[in-house]
């Protein structure tokens, strides 16, 4: 079983920055790739970024390409989101998940096992 926790979360207004953290309990974060989804008031979850084991090849969504960044540091068991130039459509719950079998598009719900109870971010104009 593993168990995430998401934290970094708030109020920011547009353009400004924030970070997100997740922290894994257990010992397969070191083996699970790892991703971060987020889901708007009245939409679906949807991908925001992902994390190899080893922290290469991170991957994006178009919408947050070039101001997002992912990192995870396998030490302390947590992955990151920098998230830069906040816009207000970056408003929504974030959420961590675990990949522990490389399975599916990276880009599915459904290709992650374990997920975090999110955190609200909400970027004002």
């Known amino acids: 079983q593993v168990q995430l926790v998401e934290s970094g979360g708030g109020l920011v207004q547009a353009w400004g920055s924030l970070r997100l953290s997740c922290a894994a309990s257990?010992?397969?974060?070191?083996?699970?790739?790892m991703g971060w989804f987020r889901q708007a008031t009245g939409k679906e979850r949807e991908f925001v970024a992902f994390i190899s084991t080893n922290g290469d090849l991170p991957n994006y969504a178009d919408s947050v390409k070039c101001r997002f960044t992912i990192s995870r540091d396998n030490a302390q068991n947590t992955v990151y989101l920098q998230m830069n130039s906040l816009k207000p459509e970056d408003t929504a719950v974030y959420y961590c998940?675990?990949?522990?079998?490389?399975?599916?598009?990276?880009?599915?719900?459904?290709?992650?096992?374990?997920w975090g109870q999110g955190t609200q971010v909400t970027v004002s104009s």
């Open positions: 998940a675990v990949r522990r079998i490389p399975y599916g598009s990276i880009l599915r719900v459904s290709s992650y096992d374990y």
């Open positions: 257990g010992r397969t974060f070191r083996s699970s790739a």
